[in-house]
């Protein structure tokens, strides 16, 4: 019985910070729909409603596990009623309820519907109940041609937003594994930060490079080809530097973070 | 128990987080702004807007490093102004250092930055205008944890898939990245 009663306080107490944390996201909604109607957008509108209903989720959940004991069994019974003002109850309520008194109780711990909603509910069930088969009949083919014709302007427009998304996911390559790879190898070996590096060049072509390539390309500096005209230094070439060379046109491609050695190749090619 | 008896405790029960778990992708510029409203929404700091930071990185090894790899081994400690005279000291060298300045975003205890790279020094990094190592954002997830949390790794592969195909988040081999022709 005891443990029954602690876990029931365990499950109000958890009750009563999600509630109150939903309280406080759906007051900071609020707020800023009503002092930042200029500023706000869509997305933040969102986010906003994501978090909400997040916390609903959580709720459920909270309510749905097993050892949960069912809420329903329990009732709230007034005890005392007073006209006086009770302060306790008054910052309690975030001064919404000054005095447990009676013409605000049965309001608070309704558990029913107002007598004069349940006798419009009354009147409306029997008025359904009422009616012949035949009417009934003709009204929901009624409402069903309706709602058909509802569903048809929700596809379409559906229709119309997965292509217009479909085109917009088409913005192609958002992302470079190369650049990746860059990245990711400069913070971690710090290649092409650090000045001291043995071979003396900060980026990747000494690395790829066939040693033999370097001296046999004279004045070909990082400022040298791409910028001149073609043809500007077409210093004679031997067939084994030519050969090279046609190794680095074929392997070019593959290196496509550093793409200058690329192009100096095809300057100097095309004269010959 | 003296401080040394309960750390050597601490170490053996597994609770201290020394490992590091990562997945690592890239962004192009153009595309940040996307990969950053997406993760507003998914991730926990979604009220609060996105966190900046702008970070100075310096990487000191003493011969005979680990590579590092993909899970690997992580510790933090508080440190006092003069570390950098502390370490050069004890005989470190300082490797290389840059400077990250991006977001960062929370969710659950994964952590996810997108930051882009200035191979600027702390002395010059005022004096110099920026300048970024590449045409996009690094982004990287990462989670610290004791050693054996293997299931951390799924949950992390789970939330990268939420990113695609923005970005693709994975293991990134660094031997290939040194070396692209092999």
């Known amino acids: 019985m005891q443990r029954e009663e602690k876990q029931l306080e365990l499950t109000i107490e ?73 302060e306790e109850l008054f910052q309690l309520t975030e001064r919404r309820i000054p005095t447990f008194s009676h013409d605000l109780v049965p309001d608070y711990l309704r558990t029913k519907p107002e007598p004069d909603i349940e006798t419009k509910i009354n009147q409306f069930v029997n008025k359904a109940n009422s009616i012949t088969f035949e009417t009934a009949q003709k009204q929901s083919a009624a409402f069903n041609k309706v709602l058909n014709h509802v569903i048809e302007i929700i596809n379409k427009s559906r229709e119309d937003w997965e292509s217009e998304a ?34 003396g060049v900060p980026a990747g ?21 791409p910028q001149g005209p073609p043809g500007s230094q077409n210093s004679p070439m031997n067939p084994s530097q030519a050969a090279q060379m046609g190794m680095m046109a074929k392997a070019a491609p593959v290196i496509k973070t550093n793409v200058k050695p690329a192009s100096q190749l095809h300057y100097r090619q095309m004269p010959s | 128990m003296s401080n040394v008896d309960s750390l050597g405790a601490a170490m053996k029960s597994n609770i201290i987080p020394n490992k590091e778990y990562l997945l690592q992708g890239s962004i192009m510029n153009k595309y940040v702004d996307v990969l950053l409203e997406r993760l507003r929404g998914l991730c926990d700091n979604v009220d609060s807007g996105f966190e900046q930071f702008h970070d100075q990185e310096m990487c000191f090894s003493i011969r005979d490093k680990a590579r590092p790899t993909i899970v690997r081994s992580s510790v933090d400690v508080a440190v006092t102004p003069t570390i950098v005279e502390y370490l050069t000291e004890l005989g470190a060298r300082l490797e290389f250092e840059y400077a990250a300045r991006g977001y960062m975003f929370r969710k659950g205890r994964m952590k996810i930055t997108v930051f882009k790279i200035n191979p600027a020094s702390y002395d010059s990094i005022n004096n110099k205008p920026e300048e970024f190592v590449s045409q996009s954002y690094l982004v990287e997830m990462s989670v610290l944890a004791p050693t054996g949390q293997e299931a951390i790794g799924e949950e992390m592969k789970a939330f990268a898939e939420q990113l695609k195909p923005l970005v693709h988040l994975d293991k990134i081999d660094i031997k290939r990245s040194v070396h692209p022709m092999s």
Not at chain 1, 31 to 38: A, Q
Not at chain 1, 68 to 84: A, G, M
């Open chain 1, 166 to 199: 479909g085109s917009r996911s088409g913005i192609g390559q958002t992302s470079s594994l190369n650049d990746t790879h860059t990245l990711v190898s400069v913070i971690t070996m710090g290649k092409g930060l650090k000045p001291m590096v043995p071979q």
């Open chain 1, 14 to 86: 958890a009750l009563v910070t999600r509630l109150s944390e939903l309280k406080n996201q759906l007051h900071s909604l609020l707020y800023k729909i009503e002092v930042e109607t200029d500023s706000i957008t869509w997305p933040t509108v969102l986010d906003n409603f994501a978090l909400i209903s997040a916390q609903f989720t959580a709720i459920s959940k909270i309510l749905s596990t097993e050892k949960i004991p069912p809420l329903r069994n329990f009732t709230v019974l007034p005890l005392r009623l007073s006209q006086d003002r009770d």
């Open chain 1, 205 to 225: 072509p000494s690395g790829i490079m066939p040693p033999g390539i370097r001296p046999g390309a004279p004045g070909s500096g990082p400022s040298g080809g």
